[in-house]
C-alpha cells in the first residue's frame, strides 16, 4: 500500500488549505484514514481520522476548522483546513490502518506565516 499525500504550502494566518492522500495498493478492509502532523520540536499527533462507515473524530485543536472527507471510489482522503493559525504549522502525514497494518504517507508541510 502506497500513500501519497499533496496539498501543503504556504497559507497566511486565517487562510485555508486542502490536503489530499491518495491510497494505492491493496486497500480493502481499510478500518481507517487519518492525517496527522508533526509540529516543530513536537511529536507526531493525531489531527483528523475517517473510519470505513464514514464516521469522523477530530483532535481539540482542529475541531470546528478541520473537515476530513473521504471519497471511497477513488481511496482518497481530505483534510479541509480554514482559518488556519500559526500553531497550525507542521508536516502533515497521511495514515491509513488496513487490517493491523499501519502504512504513512511521506509528509507534506503546511506552513502557517504572514
Known amino acids: 500500500v502506497q500513500l501519497q499525500a499533496s496539498g501543503g504550502g504556504l497559507v497566511q494566518p486565517g487562510g485555508s488549505l486542502r490536503l489530499s492522500c491518495a491510497a494505492s495498493?491493496?486497500?480493502?478492509?481499510?478500518?481507517?484514514m487519518a492525517w496527522y502532523r508533526q509540529r516543530p520540536g513536537k511529536q507526531r499527533e493525531l489531527v483528523a481520522l475517517i473510519n470505513s462507515g464514514g464516521s469522523t473524530s477530530y483532535a481539540n485543536p482542529a475541531k470546528g476548522r478541520f473537515t476530513i472527507s473521504k471519497e471511497n471510489a477513488k481511496n482518497t482522503v481530505s483534510l479541509q483546513m480554514n482559518s488556519l493559525k500559526p500553531e497550525d504549522t507542521a508536516v502533515y502525514y497521511c495514515?491509513?490502518?488496513?487490517?493491523?497494518?499501519?502504512?504513512w504517507g511521506q509528509g507534506t508541510l503546511v506552513t502557517v506565516s504572514s
Open positions: 495498493g491493496s486497500v480493502f478492509n481499510m478500518s481507517h
Open positions: 495514515h491509513a490502518l488496513i487490517m493491523a497494518d499501519s502504512y
